[in-house]
């Protein structure tokens, strides 16, 4: 087995997917509020 060596492993593709679960989440969340407010103001 290889010996491990700290900071060596390329993370490029890690950050790029988390950054885009973060965009995704965020966006996410954004278009929940807009509906609940959207369904709070034309309630009957």
Request: hydrophobic fraction near 50%; charge should be neutral.
């Amino acid at each position: 087995m290889a010996d491990h060596k700290h900071g060596e492993m390329d993370t490029k593709v890690q950050q790029s997917t988390f950054d885009g679960f973060i965009k995704f989440t965020t966006w996410s969340c954004v278009a929940i509020v807009g509906i609940l407010v959207f369904m709070a103001l034309f309630a009957r």
